[in-house]
């Protein structure tokens, strides 16, 4: 795909169906773009594309199918508006840090990858009557294929980055306690005691 120009192809874009559930345009809303009145638009729409499309049918999609809706809260940002998101201190990483992450089109030193950071409310509803944010990290862990989580309180929401990339980390850290969890664990199956009560897997609804 060309860069995008003009408002047909913008609109167009934002049509491109990854996944069974999920369209381009849910991953490109920013409170940045919005509150400065800068547009969110990638440099290469293709590449954004392609990562985007490997984040829902490999993550978002048995995510979605297993504990029902999730909420996306910030997905795709374009380097001109992570560079403003980091300049403003709005807990944003430097555009190098945040290729393959929230920049979808640009690679980072390991090749292609995509984050979005997600709301489950099944489990912000229980995360408010004291469940472990641990327990859905491992869950996580041990069904799907992803390279890194990130974990925030976010007001009670329990939100996390969600990372898929073509050559995963499998690294689990939060901003709550213990700052890293995971590190580099491959083996999966292990920490189903973490995560009892918790629905099976499901890849399609």
Known sequence: MRAINTFAALDKFGRIRLSKNFFMRDFMYSEISNFYGESNIP???KKAE???RHLCEELLEPLNATFGRIAVRSAYRSPKINKLGNEKKHNCASNEKNYAHHIWDYND???LGATACIVIPWFMDKYKDGADWR???YWIHDHLPYSELEFFDGQGMCSFNLSWHEKPKKVITS???PRTLLKGE???GIFAEWYEGFPALRTSV
């Open 186 to 188: 491959n083996r999966t």
């Open 175 to 177: 901003w709550l306690e």
């Open 109 to 111: 030193e390991n090749g």
């Open 50 to 52: 392609e990562a985007g």
């Open 43 to 45: 440099d290469d729409p």
């Open 135 to 137: 327990s859905l990290a």
